[in-house]
């Protein structure tokens, strides 16, 4: 996925009447609570309407909480392509709204991965406990486990817990690294 951060806070800052609404949307939706699924994403809602003013209902909520998504269908064909061969998983720093907004967006082709998200284990990417318990749950070897990921903070956190790791710059370079063909596949 390719997500532009950017564009989600513009998109609720315009629906919102507090004048100092740019501190306001990166203080609230900045808590972590919300990714480790602590608290729920309508509680986030509810803060933005309450200390924002956000004026949207629910569904316009949700549209306007995952409008920074554009699906990358050629590195999702690639990734699916690869765990025809290898095992593929897929650790992400999500809420339960964006992870099924993202399965619909691919038609159901994102949750045939196997996944393992933030908001249902409790933690988060880079702390080194998220991916001992991804580890742990997945029956992986973290030393012959191979992270790939495109922050630099995850890829530290990844070989904290003695993950091997690779910093994800383009499906090409990927492609490269892991002696795959390099070119689109559909």
């Known amino acids: 996925m390719r997500h532009d951060n950017l564009r ?3 998109q609720i800052a315009g629906r919102c009447t507090t004048p100092d609404v740019a501190l306001a949307l990166y203080r609230i939706a900045a808590d972590r609570a919300y ?28 549209a306007d909480w995952s409008c920074h998504f554009a699906v990358d269908f050629s590195m999702l064909a690639f990734v699916e392509a690869l765990a025809t061969r290898r095992r593929v998983l897929l650790f992400s720093n999500t809420n339960r709204e964006h992870w099924e ?13 196997e996944a393992y998200l933030s908001h ?11 991916f001992a318990a991804v580890a742990r749950r997945a029956g992986l070897d973290p030393a012959s486990t191979l ?16 993950f091997l790791a690779l910093r994800f710059t383009d499906e090409a370079a990927l492609r490269r690294e892991l002696g795959e063909p390099v070119g689109v596949v559909r």
């Open 101 to 113: 907004h993202l399965v619909a967006a691919t038609d159901g082709r994102l949750g045939r991965i």
């Open 35 to 62: 990714v480790t699924g602590t608290r729920p994403i309508s509680h986030l809602h509810e803060r933005l309407c309450k200390e924002a003013g956000y004026q949207g209902d629910w569904d316009c909520f949700i």
């Open 147 to 162: 992270f790939i990921d495109d922050i630099e903070a995850n890829i530290a956190g990844a070989r904290q817990a003695g």
């Open 120 to 130: 249902e284990l409790g933690l988060m990417k880079p702390d080194p406990a998220a």
């Open 8 to 10: 989600l806070y513009r």
